[in-house]
């Protein structure tokens, strides 16, 4: 459609000044765009309130509702955010690799923008500004789509960083807003493989199925974890408790909470009453199999769509297993590629957990909830990738970037 053609060739356009802008001038752009978010917070807060009394209207739930809520301090984290990643370093132009050939030709690797990338996410004005400012740091001109909720709020931070792209001399176009509330519109950004070089869905497990299915353009999935804790025999149980009470409850509605418990059943009669003790503090609920039921009276049945749930609730699913292949197995059976923690005192089984567990991330007597950018010391990320192409885990600016081949030669020819 007309629509989705002039956004893609405007994003083309952008694109060609991009792969090639000085970092300096990126990093004043990003500084400058958070000026306007900071002199324009009136006009976004003013527009997020629109976004907020609809959502009321329709009886949203409290927590979605703090997630569209914009406050002064929620766009000054926003800036802050364009700020440091001004401050972090360029990945355009590192050269990764370089060797000469017998011949004589010397070819290396270069790291470049991917080009255009499109991202589909949900009611959360934040992403907005964040993706831009990973986005653009990397070279890549970026089209938004976020959730229709939160319309008024997006319209609004892109309209200032726009006009904060136009003071420096740049294309407005660098970030674009899709604003249709339209399915169909939606169904078609999927589908703009002429325009569109990566598409990236932030969000629920259906919203990151729709686009794997439905999109033509190369996807890389993000967000969905269901992540285990392996509580093993040996382990320190105070350590287990206290790894999963973080993992569980500082932040339920996140993609690196804990929402498995597997036990060792050496341990279960044990550490199953002290997992649940902590938990009650929190409300959480335990749905586990019948030997767990047997070693804690408070655990409810479990069904088998509990194994492989993303609660993002106060609800925990309990595995009781016989040893450590068992609870591999169960692991990876049911898990989405997120994050995964053992639990042990037995350096072996750590090291097989190591190597037989399948996520972007496996963890040794820690929380799950460090699978992040900044966390890992990368930075800003645009999502945790838990596919295995192109990236996997944090995506920070790096990973927001491609290679190509670049071949230096004196006059040679092939024979």
Request: negative net charge.
């Amino acid at each position: 459609m007309e629509y989705l053609e002039q956004i893609g060739r405007r994003a083309k356009g952008a694109e060609t000044v991009l792969r090639t802008l000085d970092g300096g001038r990126k990093d004043q752009a990003l500084l400058t765009a958070a000026e306007y978010l900071r002199a324009e917070s009136a006009l976004v807060l003013q527009a997020n309130e629109e976004d907020m009394a609809q959502a009321r209207k329709k009886g949203m739930a409290p927590g979605l509702l703090d997630r569209l809520s914009l406050t002064q301090e929620r766009i000054e984290a926003m800036a802050e955010g364009l700020t440091q990643v001004a401050a972090a370093g360029d990945p355009v132009g590192e050269v990764t690799e370089m060797k000469k050939r017998p011949n004589g030709l010397l070819i290396g690797k270069k790291r470049v923008p991917l080009g255009v990338v499109g991202i589909i996410y949900e009611s959360r004005p934040n992403v907005t500004a964040d993706a831009f400012g990973l986005c653009f740091k990397a070279g890549n001109a970026v089209i938004l789509k976020g959730g229709s909720d939160a319309l008024s709020s997006n319209r609004a931070i892109v309209a200032a960083i726009g006009r904060a792209l136009s003071d420096c001399g740049l294309p407005k176009e660098a970030v674009q807003l899709i604003d249709s509330p339209d399915r169909l519109v939606t169904a078609g950004f999927m589908k703009m493989n002429g325009y569109v070089d990566v598409l990236i869905p932030r969000g629920g497990a259906g919203l990151i199925r729709t686009v794997v299915q439905e999109s033509t353009v190369p996807v890389i999935e993000t967000g969905t974890g269901n992540c285990h804790i392996y509580v093993d025999d040996p382990a320190d149980l105070s350590m287990a408790a206290k790894i999963l009470y973080n993992a569980k409850t500082q932040r339920t509605g996140v993609c690196n909470a804990c929402e498995s418990l597997v036990v060792h059943e050496a341990v279960a009669g044990r550490f199953l009453p002290m997992a649940a003790a902590c938990l009650a503090e929190k409300k959480v609920e335990l749905r586990g199999d019948a030997r767990a039921m047997a070693a804690e009276k408070s655990i409810v049945p479990a069904t088998e769509e509990d194994w492989g749930k993303e609660y993002l609730d106060y609800i925990l699913s309990v595995k009781v297993v016989k040893d450590i292949g068992e609870a591999i197995a169960h692991i990876n059976r049911y898990n989405t590629g997120h994050s995964e923690t053992i639990v042990t005192k037995d350096y072996a089984h750590a090291q097989r957990f190591l190597d037989e567990i399948d996520a972007a991330a496996v963890y040794v007597n820690a929380s799950t909830r460090f699978t992040d950018g900044g966390e890992f010391g990368f930075g800003a990320e645009i999502g945790i990738s838990t596919q295995k192409l192109h990236a996997r885990g944090p995506m920070g600016l790096k990973e927001l970037t491609t290679t190509k081949y670049i071949i230096y030669g004196e006059g040679q020819v092939r024979e």
